[in-house]
């Protein structure tokens, strides 16, 4: 994994506790997004970044280091709790964000999480997050024209996704079982060209602001 702060202090906690730790790797410690994206990242599964900095903030990073062929997962570092630059950061890509002083074990199994493939946000908190996202006409109107691509059962479980419900929850309320769930919300990701399930809650709320318009 890598890690990108401009504050050297923050640099050095986190090296500490990430160098300490048996099951992650420091590959690379950057002062600024445009390192990063610049770097040879190839070996870094995970990438811990801070949202702002001087020269290439975090979200302007993550948007670069998603549209590579085999993308690192990144996790946004933030001071403030539900930052609206974090959210930016989610619709770019991000597998969701941490708190700086985040304790070291809950960051160490972060870490982890997202390197399996998983958010580390809970249905709960997705639901705190997409609640803050005011969508404009253009983004409605957006939003729902690229739902519309789904089937009726995709836009259903996109819709559960949405309200923060889990695979096992989908599962139990359509009557469908979880591997079933998993391959229609696959199918999602590749027809909306996603990567994780926060970018479809956030897409989901952006078509559901009320406005003019049919719903999907």
């Not at 989908?170 to 079933?180: G, H, K, L, Q, R």
């Amino acid at each position: 994994m890598a890690l990108v702060d401009d504050d050297p202090y923050v640099r050095a906690a986190l090296k500490a506790v990430l160098s300490g730790a048996e099951v992650v790797s420091l590959v690379g410690v950057y002062s600024d997004g445009d390192e990063i994206v610049a770097g040879d990242v190839d070996d870094a599964r995970v990438i811990l970044m801070d949202v702002r900095m001087p020269r290439m903030d975090g979200i302007r990073a993550t948007k670069e280091l998603r549209k590579r062929a085999n993308p690192p997962e990144v996790i946004m570092l933030t001071t403030f709790d539900l930052d609206d630059e974090v959210v930016e950061a989610l619709r770019a890509g991000a597998a969701g964000y941490l708190l700086k002083g985040t304790a070291p074990a809950l960051l160490i199994d972060a870490i982890r999480r997202v390197a399996t493939g998983e958010t580390i946000l809970s249905p709960s908190i997705t639901r705190q997050l997409v609640s803050l996202v005011h969508s404009g006409a253009e983004r409605r109107q957006e939003a729902r024209a690229r739902l519309a691509i789904l089937s009726r059962r995709e836009r259903d479980i996109a819709s559960a996704i949405g309200q923060g419900r889990s695979n096992a929850e989908i599962s139990a309320e359509m009557f469908i079982s979880v591997p079933t769930v998993k391959g229609h919300i696959g199918h999602i990701f590749t027809k909306l060209g996603m990567s994780n399930r926060l970018q479809i809650a956030l897409l989901v709320h952006d078509a559901e602001q009320e406005g003019p318009g049919p719903r999907q």
